[in-house]
Structures are given as C-alpha cells and as structure tokens.
C-alpha cells in the first residue's frame, strides 16, 4: 500500500509534468474548418449588426425573410484573432483562407459584393457607418483610404460602382481603401459570381516571401490544384496591419439587393513562434524549478523506501529471532495470529481489561469458545520483546497444577501477545482483600491453606522440580489465580516489574525486579533476585493470606527494615499469642494447629538472614508433615549484612551446598 501510493504519487507528477511541457510547447496557431455552418457554431463568431448564421450559411449582410436588405453592410469574424507577424523576430504567418460563396441576385439588377478581410479590431461596433453600397462594408466615404483603417480585404465584386472597377464579376485586392490596389475580372475565367452557384475562392499568403495569391473557381471544376491564380502579387501585409488581426468577412448591398452568404471555411495558418517565446522562457525558468523539484522528491522517495526497508528487516529480524528463541525451547507453544487475538478481544477493547501490570495488560477474549486471558505488552519494542521471550520460554516450558498455563503467543506489527487460560475467579489479592465477595465466595481457612500448600508446590516445582531452576521474582498475592476449582495457580512470569530505587536506596542504584512489601532486605544489597528472595516473597505472601493483611510498606532507614505483616506476627509470637494473628474475618474458624504452623513458617521463610530461610523443599515438606517447624527466634532478629552464614549447621545444611547466595541462572531474562 505505502509504496504503491507514492509509486502513483509519482507517476501523476510525472504526467502532470508532462502535460504541462505539452501545454508550454503547444503550437499555438489559427486554424479551424467549418464544412457548415450551424446554429451551434454562432458562438465562435463574432458579428455586427445584420450578420448572423442561418441556413447553414454565414449570412454576411442577412437573408430576404420579409425584412428590406437594402442599404445593409455586416462583417463577421472568427473569434480568435490571428498571430500575423512578429516585429521583434521580424517574422510573418503564412495563412490560407479558403472558402465557398454564393452570391444570390435578389433584384435586377443586383449589387454589391462581398470580401475576405483581415481588421485590427472585431466587434458589433467596428463597422464603419454608411459602409452599404459600394463600400462593401469595408470603409465609408470617410474613412476610405486612411491608414487608420488597418484594413486588408479581397473583393468579390458583382456591381461596377466606379469608372475604376473592371465590371460586375470581378476580385480586387483593397488595402484601407476601396480603390483595389489590384483587380482581376472573372468573365473570362468562366466563374461567375452572381449565379446563385458555389464558388470557391482561396486567399493564400506566403508570410516567408510575402506572396499573395488568389484562386477562384466553380465547385463543380476539376483540376483545381494546377490551376494559376488569379492574382498572384508581392504583398508586406506587416506594413499595413497590427501584429494580431481577425480574419472574417464584408459585405454590403445597396439600392440593388443580393444575398452575400459563405457556405464553408477552411482556415489554416502558420506559427511564428509568438507565444512559444513566452512560453519557452517559462520553459527555461521552470524545467530547473522542476529538475530540482523532481530530484529532490526521487530522494526523499529513496530515502523513504530504503527507511522502510530497513524498519521492516529489523523488525522481520526481532520477529525471526524471538520465533527461533521460542521454537527452540522444547515445548514450542502454539503461535497466533494477530487478527485472531485482536477479534478475541474485542480489538482491546479497554472493557475487558482483567488487570494491568508493569509491562501490559491482560484482557480478557474469547478463542474457539474458549475464555482465555491475553497479555499485550506495552510497545516498549525492545523490553517487551525480551519479556515475551522470557515468558513463553519459561512458563511454555513448565507444565505443573499450580501455574497458570500459557496457550500460545502473538509477535506481529510490533504487537507483543501471550495468551493464557483464563481464570475465572480472579487474583487471590481480589479475594482477600475485596470486601463485597459477592458472589457468595468466602475464603475460609481451607481454601486459603490450599493456596498456601499449592503456591509452595509451585515454587519448589520452579526451584527444584524442573530441568532449570527458574526464579518468578515476583511473587505477590495479584499474581496468584484461583481456577474455578479454586486451586492456586502462580502466574505472571515477565510481568514483574522493576522498580527503580535509586536515591532511595542508600548504597544501590541497580534495578531491582519486585514488588515492594515482598522484597527480601537483602535484595537491595545484592541486587539481584536468589532462591531465598523468591522464599522471603513467599514468606510474606503466608502471612499476608493467614492474617488477611497487606504486607505493609517497606522502610528502610539504614538497617532498619520493616514489613509491617512481618513485625505484627512477629511481635504476637513473641507474647505467644501468634495465633491471633490469623484473619478476625475467618471467625475462629480455623485448625489451630495447621494455623500456628503456617503462621510459623511464615515467619521463617521472612527470616532477616537469608542463610536461616528454609528452602521451598524444606517449607513443603513442613506443610505437609514430613519435617517438623524449624525453630526461630522468639525476636525478630535485625537485618545484618554481610548475613552470617551458620557454621555448618543441621538442618539448613542441604540447601546451603546448592550455593543459594550464588546468582542462579536467571530464566526470566531480566
Ligand atoms: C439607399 O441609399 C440611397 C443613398 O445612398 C438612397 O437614395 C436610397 O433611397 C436608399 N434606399 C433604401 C431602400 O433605403
Ligand atoms: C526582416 O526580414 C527581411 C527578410 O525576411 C529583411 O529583408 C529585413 O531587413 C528584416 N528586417 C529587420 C528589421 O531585420
Ligand atoms: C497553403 O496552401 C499551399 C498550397 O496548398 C501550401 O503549400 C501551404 O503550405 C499552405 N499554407 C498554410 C499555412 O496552410
Ligand atoms: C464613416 O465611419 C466613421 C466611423 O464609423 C464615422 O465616424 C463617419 O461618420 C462615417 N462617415 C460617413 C460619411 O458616414
Ligand atoms: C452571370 O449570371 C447572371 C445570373 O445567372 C447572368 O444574368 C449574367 O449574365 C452572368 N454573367 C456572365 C458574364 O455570364
């Protein structure tokens, strides 16, 4: 689409170009034919007073229908004026003007005549006064003779109106004046005027050599081409007439009637190149203005192109390169199709948005009548594209009861996709913390030790249990789901965030990926996640579900870090008391024993020395039964770091050979 439009962006400038140099360079000269007359040509003439187009003829002087056309004079022109010469390239057109008269006697005897003529001006006005009779409407008794008149006409005179004329048939050439210049009797020519028949007359001028010629003859005559003027005689028409004349014709009658018609008119004419200099000098101004133009938007267009090329290639090269990350993972799951996701999900529509994370948002779509969860990254190219390999890698992988299972992915358009199956009851944070449980769903305490033990299952699963160890880095009550069978599934792996804590911080400027409130101490010292920063989260996220309380938020002065859920249980276990801690919502309604365990181990796994958390293998195996609750202080011990590792202790010893402070191989990709 993008390229085609400005493909035929360009090529319309190119045929505008075109036409526009075709416009510049057109010959501009008069030439028209007219094999009749008709009504609708009217408006390429121009008339005086008693000349119109009826009959399929010119009417010079009008026609007998009722009114007198004694005493008549008329012209009519051609509408356009005519390029005849050239003063400043000292040239002349040559033009031939060849034309069919009948004359048409209409009392006897007859008179006037009729004339081809060339004018300085056209118009109803410019027909002198008095020009009827023997003036053919060229000039009057005036005006004969007076250069004024810019008049040059050929005569086809059938009344001899002074001594000076020959006879009644006869052509003359009049130049301002009446009194021709030059005259050839048709009697002997065996053309005669007044028959009411067609003649055929052609005017012909040489402009090169200054050759008038004239040709008269019967339509009905053969051989026509090799036959001599009739006048042939040198002629400057440039010293008598302006520059721009119109060519039309006279004609008059006088106390004798005749009808003076023109029955067809053929009109060629030369160019002298008048308009082509202006013309040409637009050329010479305008073909740099347009080279340039031209040249300059070839480059642009080239620029554009390869811009886009490259654009597409390196996005073709980050989809290719996330296809092979994620087809080479060993279960490849199973790419969309953009439109498909888009029509999932209502084309986004922000209605069904289930939650928004640091890095997109998940909504909620329907695929093959199946409900599922889509995540669409923000379009932060680069990061999300390395979150969505992060995830699908990772979690595509992983296939146990407590996970969220992810379906398939999208990488099209620069739109990053991860389908999920969608989880109908929601985050766990939403049931606890949301009052209105309106759809009659209560968390009592088994439902809230199955997530416990279910979260733990998980978590001993991605840190033990598969191929790699995979650390989530953002364990948190909003990114736990509960199916409809209300089992625990940990979900979100990529989603986590990272927070920026720089100026904060009192050591660290590094990026730390985490929630706060679930954020080991240590974390922003090491700045890296570990086992035991995923263990801490999950610490906290016990408590938080036993107690029903937020974590609480974070201060860390120097040393001094608190979690508010953390201190409070603490601090009811001190007095021993710490069952008490758990949720007043749950109405006592508990298993005391199961409750003082998870409570206990809750705070374990927040131990403030990461060395003393047991490992997710370890919490497991206490909930259910298999090892006993490890012992821990009555106080809440300070933070301190460097952390003491316990000289080679009995429990913990396990977990401390696997190196656990070491940076584990990080699979989020973060
Ligand atoms: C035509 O004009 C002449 C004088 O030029 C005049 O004698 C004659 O009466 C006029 N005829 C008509 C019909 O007006
Ligand atoms: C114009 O051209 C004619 C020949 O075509 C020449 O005789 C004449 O001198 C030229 N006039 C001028 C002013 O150049
Ligand atoms: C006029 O006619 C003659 C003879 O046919 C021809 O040679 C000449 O080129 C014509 N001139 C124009 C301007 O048409
Ligand atoms: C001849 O024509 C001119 C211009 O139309 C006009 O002014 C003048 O009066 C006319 N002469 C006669 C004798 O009618
Ligand atoms: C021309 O034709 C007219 C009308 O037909 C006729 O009266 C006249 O005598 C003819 N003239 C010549 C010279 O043949």
Redesign the pocket.
Known sequence: MYYLGKISYLTNFVHLLIIFIFLVLRVDCLSFNYQNFTKQNENDFITTEHSYIEFGAIQVTGDARGTSISNLSGRIWYSQPMNLWNRRKNRTASFNSTFVINIKPESDPWGEGLAFILTKESGYESI????YGQWLGIV????NGSSLNNIFAVEFDTRKSYLDDLDDNHVGIDINSINSVNQVSLMDRGVNLSRAVDVIASVQYDGESNILKVYTFMSNETGVNERNPIISMPLDLSSYLPEDVFVGFSASTGIYNQLNCIKAWNFTSTDIGNSNEVSLLWLWILIPVISVLVVFLGGVFVYFSWWRKKKRTQVLDQSENIEIQIQNSATAPQRFQLKDLKRATGNFDPKNILGRGGCGVVLKGMLDQKEVAVKRFFNDSSQGAKDLIAEVTTIGNLHHKNLVKLIGWCYESNELLVVYEFMPNGSLEKLIFCEENGKGLSLNWEIRYGVICGIAQALDYLHNGCQKRVLHRDIKASNIMLDSELNARLGDFGLARTVQVNGKTHHSTKEIAGTIGYMAPESFHIGRATVETDVFAFGVLVLEVACGRKPGNRRYEENNYTNRVIEYVWDLYKIGRIIDAIDVRLDRDFNEEQAECVLILGLACCHPNPYERPSMKTALQILTGELVLPDIPTEKPAFVWPAKAPSSNEASSDSLQEGQLTPITVLSGR
């Open positions: 002198p006064d008095e020009s009057n008794e005036t005006t």
